[in-house]
């Protein structure tokens, strides 16, 4: 696969995992904690189509996707240990929050997947801007801290955002 394809793959999910990151921040600060899980959810799996694309790795499922992050990324040591075990469970969520009305889905759910699903988008978003065709993160970037940022009210206990990385973010 030839470098434009790849970077124009890249590209396309990096639009997909902006438009759910502020989306997430839209639901979560509406309090709605289904659709904001399921925005994390759908970030955290455009951002691992995205490091796949940029390492020309096309898969056909969510399943499929797991697999693949953890042979080119986890293994290889690029990414923590327990990614696609974090990943698996934030889908599970994600089937809850879509699928069964009688799962409680809370502030406090949010907030704790929130944290991993930040980490996680900041690791790949390094990966691409390092190693990747030459897509621009920038905007995922700008709504990813938009995410981190984000005070979540409605939980018990701490609600502020996590810490910021900004620092260790530069441009594309």
Same mark, same amino acid.
């Given at each position: 696969?030839?470098?434009?394809?790849?970077?124009?793959?890249?590209?396309?999910?990096?639009?997909?995992?902006?438009?759910?990151?502020?989306?997430?921040?839209?639901?979560?600060? #509406?309090?709605?904690?289904?659709?904001? &899980?399921?925005?994390?959810?759908?970030?955290?799996?455009?951002?691992?189509?995205? *490091? *796949?694309?940029?390492?020309?790795?096309?898969?056909?499922?969510?399943? @499929?996707?797991?697999?693949?992050?953890?042979?080119?990324?986890?293994?290889?040591?690029? *990414?923590?240990?327990?990614?696609?075990?974090?990943?698996?469970?934030?889908?599970?969520?994600?089937?809850?929050?879509?699928?069964?009305?009688?799962?409680?889905?809370?502030?406090?759910? &949010?907030?704790?997947?929130?944290?991993?699903?930040? @980490?996680? &988008?900041?690791?790949? *978003?390094?990966?691409?801007?390092?190693?990747?065709?030459?897509?621009?993160?920038?905007?995922?970037?700008?709504?990813?801290?938009?995410?981190?940022?984000?005070?979540?009210?409605? #939980?018990?206990?701490?609600?502020?955002?996590?810490?910021?990385?900004?620092?260790?973010? @530069?441009?594309?």
């Amino acid at each position: 696969m030839d470098k434009a394809t790849l970077k124009h793959e890249v590209a396309n999910n990096l639009i997909l995992l902006e438009e759910e990151l502020r989306s997430f921040a839209a639901n979560a600060g #509406a309090k709605l904690w289904r659709k904001a &899980v399921t925005n994390l959810y759908y970030a955290a799996y455009d951002a691992t189509c995205a *490091l *796949l694309w940029s390492k020309g790795v096309k898969t056909e499922s969510h399943e @499929g996707a797991q697999s693949m992050l953890s042979l080119h990324f986890v293994r290889a040591g690029a *990414l923590p240990k327990d990614t696609t075990k974090n990943l698996s469970m934030l889908m599970s969520l994600r089937h809850a929050a879509d699928y069964k009305g009688d799962v409680s889905i809370a502030a406090q759910d &949010v907030i704790d997947q929130r944290k991993w699903v930040v @980490g996680f &988008v900041n690791s790949a *978003l390094d990966i691409i801007r390092a190693e990747g065709p030459g897509a621009s993160v920038s905007a995922a970037l700008a709504a990813l801290e938009q995410a981190e940022r984000l005070v979540i009210a409605g #939980a018990g206990g701490d609600t502020s955002p996590p810490p910021s990385r900004s620092k260790r973010r @530069g441009t594309p």
